[in-house]
């Protein structure tokens, strides 16, 4: 049994790591920080809370950390606690510089311990159903691949780390990092990549709307986002030399985890039939359009991996290496954006 310390309980680790944690087996909610309140141990019975990131680091015990404080935290938070000879977990984005990924890697390597950014959208129901689509080739050569994430929020949620830069916040840094990490899985380094990074809201604040086209040698990637599509846009829109692939809707993992403090459901993850998305191929010179049943969506696979990374098994489900490229891929859209022009991306300073 591996025991897990959770540092920060807002909406993160409420409704995320806490119940995904308490779902999977060979793991052990067992502790949290929370600098006054004990909101965890009102929805968890017996775990301890500590006031301080120290007190918790003093339990030998913890065989895990897991970072849901606000993004311009993370940093801190985890090299404290690497410096500390313990391996951590950290939600996106890992750091708000590439240039502190690479330090976080280089502190894990030196100590023997492990980092592993938490990349959960890898196991969404919607992106699971694309890769097999694309291992399948149901579409032949893929020439554009769209993925959207909008919303409509009009004004700001209140959380004032969330329209600062300085602390992480932003759109780019808070969906770009899933929608840049799907594309990296999926496709590898890009050559270049264009963008614009914008402030489309009234009044001040952090960027809230970003659209970035990366360049492959034959295809090219748009990935997109913004807060006031009161109409949104597909989330996955899919073209290739034999049809297409259209998916309406997000995943719905994250609304559900919302009500729960751990998974139950036989069923979970389904998606009912409105959802599916719609595959049209030519077929003998005729179009032939379908429902495409999806794959359900499982994070708890992520934590599950995690388990057996920390037991030797099998190697991280997502590496310290995998949340550099996302990062620098997002300075080099900011760059872009701001200079007006293509960037090609160097990859030759990736740390090994």
Avoid at 319 to 344: C, F, M, N, Q, Y
């Amino acid at each position: 049994m591996i025991r897990v310390g959770l540092v920060g309980f807002g909406m993160g680790g409420r409704v995320f790591h806490a119940p995904l944690i308490s779902s999977v087996e060979g793991l052990e909610l067992a502790a949290v920080v929370e600098r006054s309140s004990d909101n965890a141990a009102a929805r968890y019975p017996g775990i301890t809370t500590y006031r301080s990131l120290e007190a918790m680091l003093a339990d030998p015990s913890l065989g895990l950390f897991v970072v849901t404080t606000p993004s311009g935290t993370h940093f801190q938070i985890a090299r404290q606690i690497l410096k500390a000879g313990r391996s951590v977990v950290v939600d996106k984005p890992t750091s708000v510089t590439s240039a502190e990924v690479a330090e976080l890697i280089a502190l894990a390597d030196a100590g023997g311990n492990h980092i592993i950014p938490f990349h959960n959208r890898r196991w969404d129901s919607d992106f699971r159903t694309i890769r097999k689509l694309l291992d399948e080739g149901s579409l032949g050569r893929l020439v554009h691949f769209e993925s959207v994430f909008d919303r409509w929020r009009p004004v700001h949620s209140g959380r004032l780390w969330k329209e600062d830069p300085a602390q992480g916040g932003g759109a780019l840094l808070d969906l770009g990092p899933h929608l840049a990490d799907q594309a990296l899985l999926l496709f590898g380094k890009p050559e270049s990549v264009s963008a614009e990074v914008l402030r489309e809201r009234d009044g001040p604040g952090s960027v809230d709307a970003f659209n970035l086209r990366l360049r492959y040698a034959k295809f090219s990637v748009t990935l997109s986002s913004n807060c006031l599509a009161a109409l949104a846009r597909p989330r996955f829109h899919l073209r290739g030399t034999k049809g297409n692939y259209w998916k309406w809707g997000v995943d719905l993992q994250e609304p559900e985890l919302n009500k729960i403090t751990r998974i139950e459901d036989s069923h979970w993850g389904q998606e009912p039939s409105t959802n599916w998305g719609t595959l049209s191929v030519d077929v003998d010179g005729g179009k032939v359009t379908r429902p495409i049943e999806p794959i359900p969506g499982d994070y708890r696979l992520y934590y599950a991996a995690v388990r057996d990374a920390l037991s030797g098994k099998v190697r991280d489900p997502v590496t310290g290496v995998d949340a550099w490229r996302v990062a620098r891929l997002l300075e080099w859209a900011t760059e872009s954006s701001e200079k007006r022009r293509e960037i090609p991306c160097d990859w030759s300073e990736e740390p090994q």
